[in-house]
């Protein structure tokens, strides 16, 4: 594709109407860094989509001046970082062109009132309409399939997915972690404005926060007086320091396994941010729904995408089902199955082949726990009071720092109710009998004639739905997805889609 360079709104149209192929968008104010080119190579590396860069100082976002008429500008520089890291356009509007004078088209955004009241909606007044209308006009102008914003802006970021959402935009935000300096302060545009000194102030700053992260690490709670009082002592000028719930910005709660802390400071003329990512425990997603919705199969290929552990519960009942049955233990029997829980221990160990295998007190059960035998039995089973209360302890001890996706029927209402998403995962009656049918792992299930599948499966979800202690059944604030018309990786993608929605990336970073 031949790379060109757009400067006026309706060559952006003309060439907008030529594009068949879908558009990674990259709004920029120049000055380009290393975090503009970590967002541009990212864009290039995730699709094949065509990558639209554009270089835009947008005066509507500056509350002072002087800021404006020194905010860096490096245009033929810009234009030869961005070309060679992927961008196959560049779109360099006037402000004439962005905001022409009487073209009553142009529409002022307002920023979310909740979101832009708190951190540097304080103190720069009208910053984040400015941003909410330039960016509404790009889209608009553009019309993306994906928009991609650094978390450095967290709130920014934050802001402009309400935008998205209230104006019913068809984009999706990608996002990138903050691309830090050597000496880990993140990397601006307006650094290029600050002296030793004043870089000195900032590293002390972003250094603290860093500080901070261990020591909630190991404490699990935040002192911001201290912080505060340790910065102020290094004269260092602070704006604001917060620690708030990442998403709604207010004030954090201990409840809130994810929270921020972000703070502005003063250097001079300049103004500078940075925030940490605090986190009790890493992410958890649970999938829940009934039997043959796609569960394993997607909860499988998601645990290998985001680099999880796979919590396979299902496969917990079933090899429990199993030692009873071998056994011939009763397990009607309270007391007796009560002594027999103690000593029984549930293993998870990766085969090598990208899957894992389950043992039960050592032995490993993967392929028998299967049959048709075991499926016909583990519902009942799994209604026994003591058996989930077992089981359920054992999923909460293996989830308990968290990083794993787990799958099952009770995973987002009883296991863990504070997992980050929660996922209902269900398909119809017909396509569950046929995928079970055609399931190469269950030999019984393959042999078995289609209405007779049909059958059992709604007996299985009678009694999943129905058993007294946690049914089957969608969390409140679970995501439905009914898997029929969705291939595997389709649904694979938007389960990753929403998880990326609600994890920042940052988070990854030890
Ligand atoms: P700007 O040119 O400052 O308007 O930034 C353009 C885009 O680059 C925004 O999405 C910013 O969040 C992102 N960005 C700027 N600096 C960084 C950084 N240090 N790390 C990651 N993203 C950044």
């Known amino acids: ?63 002072n001046k002087s800021d404006l008429e020194n905010y860096p500008q490096t245009i033929d520089n ?29 529409k002022f955004i307002k920023a979310s009132l909740e979101l832009s009241s708190a951190l540097c ?49 068809n984009v999706a935000i990608k996002s990138i972690p903050t691309q830090r300096d050597f000496d880990g302060i993140p990397l601006s545009s307006r650094n290029v404005n600050l002296s030793k000194n004043e870089r000195e102030l900032i590293r002390v700053f972003s250094n603290e926060l860093l500080l901070a992260k261990k020591i909630f690490q190991q404490e699990k709670k935040v002192n911001l007086k201290e912080i505060i009082k340790k910065l102020s002592a290094k004269k260092i000028s602070i704006e604001y320091l917060e620690h708030l719930h990442p998403y709604t910005l207010q004030q954090s709660s ?27 425990r890493r992410p958890i ?85 299967r049959s048709q ?43 863990f109710p504070d997992a980050e998403l929660k996922v209902f995962l269900t398909a119809s009656i017909d396509e569950r009998a046929k995928r079970r049918k055609s399931d190469k792992k269950s030999e019984d299930s393959q042999k078995m004639d289609l209405n007779k599948l049909k059958e059992l499966i709604k007996r299985r979800d009678f009694e999943d739905s129905n058993r007294e202690i946690s049914p089957l059944k969608k969390a409140n604030d679970a995501i439905e997805i009914i898997t029929d018309k969705y291939s595997i990786d389709e649904v694979v993608d938007k389960i990753i889609d929403l998880y990326n929605e609600r994890i920042p990336k940052e988070t990854e970073i030890k």
Not at 255 to 272: F, K, M, P, V, Y
């Open 1 to 63: 594709m031949k790379k060109v360079i757009i400067r006026k709104t309706e060559e952006i149209e003309n060439w907008r109407n030529n594009i068949s192929s879908d558009i990674n968008f990259i709004p920029t104010m120049g000055n380009l860094h290393n975090g503009h080119i970590k967002l541009i190579s990212t864009a290039k590396d995730d699709n094949s989509n065509v990558n639209l860069v554009s270089i835009f100082v947008n005066p509507l976002q500056f509350d």
């Open 78 to 106: 810009d234009i030869k970082i961005s070309f060679a890291n992927g961008a196959d356009a560049i779109f360099i509007p006037s402000t004439e062109d962005i905001y022409p004078p009487n073209n009553k088209n142009i």
């Open 121 to 169: 909606g304080l103190n720069r007044i009208g910053h984040f309409d400015g941003v909410c209308t330039v960016i509404y006009r790009l889209l608009n102008l553009i019309k993306p399939k994906n928009l991609y914003l650094g978390e450095k802006d967290w709130q920014q970021l934050l802001i402009l997915r309400n935008l998205i959402l209230t104006k019913k935009l």
């Open 254 to 280: 201990v409840e809130d396994n994810i929270s921020i802390l972000a703070g502005a400071i003063r250097c001079g003329e300049t103004r500078l941010i940075d925030h940490i990512f605090l986190m009790r």
């Open 285 to 369: 997603i649970a999938i829940d729904g009934p039997a043959g919705s796609g569960k394993s199969t997607v909860t499988k290929l998601i645990a290998k995408k985001l680099k999880l552990l796979y919590l396979d519960t299902g496969a917990m009942y079933r090899a429990l089902s199993w030692l009873l049955k071998k056994e011939n233990i009763d397990y009607q029997k309270e007391k007796k199955l009560q002594n027999i829980l103690k000593g029984i221990s549930i293993m998870f160990k990766s085969n090598g082949n990208a899957n894992q295998d389950v043992f039960i007190n050592n032995y490993c059960v993967t392929n028998e726990i």
């Open 373 to 415: 035998e075991i499926s016909s039995i583990v519902s009942k089973i799994s209604s026994i009071k003591e058996v989930r209360k077992f089981l359920v302890e054992e999923q909460r001890k293996i989830g308990e720092s968290g990083g794993l996706v787990a799958e099952g029927r009770d995973i987002g209402t009883t296991v």
